[in-house]
């Protein structure tokens, strides 16, 4: 009854740290036993906990020399584990760093679903839009806001879909002739007036749709994608550079290179800033108060 009494004593006394503290030593006891399952981890294990108890048992009986000496037995295995398991190490924290929990925990994958919806309906509509010769022009922001040409077209802050897309560049449509902006996964701005490529590498059958393309990849880091009004046919720019031809599951594989890729680091590098900005604060406050 006394140690049932201590138990709820400490349960009533624990905080959320402890809680965690805990849940976190499950887990790595976890991964370390689905590390050392293999046939020549375990027999390693289990002549490393061999040693550990000899090494108690030396100890309780005081045989002093004999415990020395597997304490630097000890002491050179852990650094030996090391070495002997870095591949199943080094896979282990890949793991722990591309899991998905994880990821969702900081909040990474729930950006990366939103683009992949952005792209799948972006793809419908430039499929169903060159089917009909429907002229358009999207721009993917990416770093670089496009601020500037922002302001030259009606801003529209809506959800990306492929009606929303197709009724923007409607033929009889108000919008339909300039760009489409799209930022942070959702229409910015519509019929927007976006810098001409003045390269001479284009070829002379290329209108003002595919100029303003080309134009705003080597103006921006922007992703641009360009449905033809004449041929109906699919591009796509990146940095100046033109990919014309392309079927739709090609542009969508293009787009998911390119934007989800570039998502993933963004929403990775606002991690890490924001783990930095947290830590300098700390460093901050510590030398305040010295």
């Known amino acids: ?61 005081e045989l002093w020399t004999l415990n020395f000496l597997l304490s630097q ?5 852990l650094l030996a584990l090391v070495i002997l398991f870095q591949p199943e190490l080094r896979r282990m924290m890949d793991h722990l760093g591309n899991s998905v929990s994880l990821r969702r925990f900081l909040g990474v994958e729930k950006k990366l679903e939103e683009m992949d919806v952005v792209i ?12 009909e010769k429907v002229g358009a022009l999207i721009v993917f922001a990416r770093t670089q806001q496009l601020d500037e040409y922002f302001k030259t077209g009606t ?10 897309i197709r009724n923007i560049f409607f033929p009889k449509a108000a919008l339909h002739d ?4 799209i930022r942070e996964g959702r229409i910015a701005a519509a019929g927007c007036v976006m ?23 080597e103006a921006s880091d922007a992703v ?14 990146v940095g100046g550079m033109l990919k014309r031809h392309l079927a739709p599951q090609t542009l969508e ?37 010295k």
């Open 1 to 61: 009854m006394d140690a049932v009494r201590e138990l709820f004593g400490t349960l009533t006394t624990m905080q959320w740290r402890d809680v965690l503290d805990i849940l976190l030593v499950t887990y790595l006891i976890y991964r370390v036993v689905l590390l050392v399952r293999s046939t020549s981890a375990t027999r390693i294990a289990k002549g490393f906990i061999a040693i550990l108890v000899v090494s108690a048992v030396t100890q309780i009986w």
């Open 224 to 237: 641009v994608v360009i449905v033809s009004e004449e041929t109906g046919t699919i591009s796509v720019a």
């Open 178 to 181: 300039g760009a489409m902006i």
């Open 253 to 289: 594989r293009l787009l998911r290179q390119e934007l989800i890729r570039d998502e993933g680091a963004k929403q990775e590098m606002k991690i890490v800033t924001a783990m930095k900005d947290i830590l300098t604060g700390k460093e901050e406050k510590s030398n305040d108060k």
């Open 120 to 131: 799948s309906q972006t793809v419908k509509a430039c499929e169903i839009m060159g089917r």
């Open 155 to 164: 801003i529209i802050d809506g959800r990306v879909s492929e009606q929303m």
């Open 73 to 77: 037995v000890l002491a050179v295995g």
């Open 195 to 217: 810098p001409l490529s003045e390269s001479h590498r284009l070829s002379a059958d290329l209108g003002t749709r595919h100029r303003a393309g080309v134009g705003t990849s």
